[in-house]
């Protein structure tokens, strides 16, 4: 009897579990998922959270509902990786594999910046990427009567990384419902060189931080809180006021990757961009966020990648090459406030342009531009996320690797 | 979009940074540091140098890389890259600049 073990049931871990779970032998393989955690959250929902458009029991359900049967669900900390030996050690116990797939995500490190996780985390500074400071912000927001806002990105790379502008332009909408959008100074805050970095999508929407009235601020690399004086200051001494900071801080992977020392700096794991494949132990696979490949951090992302990983696990077990097949591709919804979303499908080498989706000429959907369809789209999406893509079913018409139909690459 | 630096035509996008890192050499980054005022030394090569490695081996680049690569404090790094040190680097060494998703 061999063992499978997949590190993480969070998005990448689930689907992983539920592609494999039909796949592979029962006879020959038992399959084991590992995760401490009994909750699992739609982490999108995180954004909708602070403004009241999502409750909690929108973006969480019990993590066990999606393990599918004949998986063996082990709810422990992992202690330990030891890639050397093909053991994985738990809090109680240890566990060997064959074949490993670490899907341990990413998640925000606010300790890398002085002064953020000051005495003032959680009354004046914010996260959003993470349930408990979702649901602190939108308490701070139902109270909030005015004053500076100020979103900021501490530094690349993060998980959705059109979060943060998504947040500027729902928090626009937001102060305008309430009536207080003349009260409220928004500010948005970047290490980059501008809210749009690539080209087509500066050119296209470049627009929107104007119409909302949102300033921007570039090239910021945050040197410390100043949580005393409510301020950021970067390397050249420059300062930024605020009364409210919402914040994505440092995103790194999971410390687990850190004492295996499996990661990089920012414990993400070296892998094959096409395969999938760890570049340092042939029998470990990685997947979603956990991953240090350049395409997005997001569950669209892990989607597209469970459907090749879980060929390349199959033709591992055979010996047979792996195919180097994924993308990069990712396809997101981005919502820019009064019910309109844009959406983008890239990868790569692709970067995100205007046409329309999943059909050429058709659509329904629109790229790169706002609609209000989009907005809808990102919505449905929270269902399909539950119904579909955990269950590792895949989504009609939207294939595993980027298609050019539709998409005006010249533009 | 092409343009000419020593009477080589070198393939740069709208930005003006290189498309094709092949077409890079020494000459073209002194040329490219002159338009954003920078005479080079030899410790802006080292740091164009550590860039290099960073984007040939596919490691993101960032603030924090710079403060851990050992070559260059963060202080110093805007000191020898004035107005943004990241963007202004990365063209002289003919890398492309960081960038988000979209």
Same mark, same amino acid.
């Given at each position: 009897m061999k063992n499978l073990v997949i590190l993480g049931a969070g998005t990448g871990g689930t689907m992983m579990a539920n592609h494999l779970v039909s796949k592979l032998s029962k006879k020959d393989w038992t399959i084991h998922i590992v995760d401490q955690y009994k909750t699992h959250y739609y982490q999108p929902g995180f954004l909708f959270l602070p403004f009241d458009t999502y409750t909690e029991e929108q973006v969480?359900?019990?993590?066990?509902?999606f393990i599918p049967k004949g998986v063996n669900y082990i709810q422990q900390k992992i202690d330990k990786i030891d890639a050397e030996h093909n053991l994985v050690h738990l809090d109680k116990g240890t566990l060997s594999y064959d074949i490993l797939i670490i899907a341990t995500g990413s998640k925000i490190a606010? $300790? #890398?910046? #002085?002064?953020?996780?000051?005495?003032e985390w959680k009354k004046s500074i914010f996260d959003f990427y993470t349930y408990e400071g979702a649901l602190a912000l939108r308490n701070k927001l139902r109270e909030f009567k005015g004053g500076k806002l100020v979103v900021h990105i501490? #530094?690349?790379?993060?998980?959705?990384?059109v979060a943060p502008l998504e947040f500027a332009f729902l928090a626009d909408s937001y102060f305008h419902k309430k009536g207080i959008r003349d009260k409220v100074e928004i500010t948005y805050v970047t290490p980059?060189?501008?809210?749009?970095?690539?080209e087509f999508c500066s050119k296209s929407l470049g627009y929107l931080l104007e119409e909302k009235n949102i300033k921007i601020e570039t090239d910021f690399a945050i040197e410390k809180v100043d949580f005393e004086n409510n301020k950021i200051v970067d390397y050249i001494d420059k300062e930024i006021p605020y009364d409210l900071f919402v914040t994505v801080p440092t995103n790194m992977g999971d410390e687990v990757i850190e004492r295996s020392g499996l990661g990089d700096d920012l414990n993400f794991v070296p892998t094959h961009?096409?395969?999938?494949?760890s570049l340092e132990h042939e029998n470990i696979f990685v997947i979603g966020d956990?991953?240090?490949?350049?395409?997005?951090?997001?569950g669209s992302v892990a989607h597209f990648q469970a459907e090749t990983l879980t060929d390349n696990i199959l033709l591992y077990i055979n010996g047979k090459p792996l195919k #180097?097949?994924? $993308?990069g591709h990712a396809n997101c919804f981005i919502e820019t406030g009064k019910n309109k979303a844009l959406l983008i499908d890239f990868n790569y080498e692709q970067e995100p342009v205007t046409g329309t989706f999943p059909?050429?000429?058709?659509?329904p959907l629109k790229l790169l531009k706002e609609s209000v369809l989009n907005h809808w789209g990102k919505l449905a999406f929270r269902w399909i996320y539950w119904n579909m893509l955990l269950k590792g079913i895949s989504i009609p018409f939207v294939s595993r690797n980027m298609s050019l139909k539709g998409k005006n690459i010249n533009n | 979009m092409i343009i000419t630096i020593k009477q080589v035509d070198i393939k740069v996008n709208d930005e003006g940074?290189?498309? $094709?890192?092949?077409?890079?050499t020494k000459e073209i980054g002194e040329e490219l540091a002159k338009e954003n005022d920078i005479e080079m030394t030899d410790k802006h090569w080292e740091v164009i140098s550590w860039i290099q490695e960073q984007v040939a081996a596919n490691k993101p680049l960032s603030i924090r890389g710079i403060k851990k690569s050992?070559?260059? $404090?963060i202080k110093q790094f805007y000191a020898l890259f004035p107005g943004g040190p990241l963007k202004v680097s990365t063209k002289i060494a003919g890398v492309p600049k960081p960038k988000s998703c979209i």
């Open positions: 969480k359900k019990v993590g066990k509902k606010p $300790d #890398e910046v #002085e002064g953020m996780m000051s005495t501490t #530094e690349m790379p993060i998980k959705c990384p980059l060189s501008g809210a749009f970095t690539k961009h096409q395969t999938l494949q956990a991953t240090n490949v350049p395409a997005s951090k997001a #180097e097949e994924f $993308d059909f050429a000429g058709i659509g | 940074y290189l498309t $094709d890192f092949s077409q890079w050992g070559v260059i $404090d």
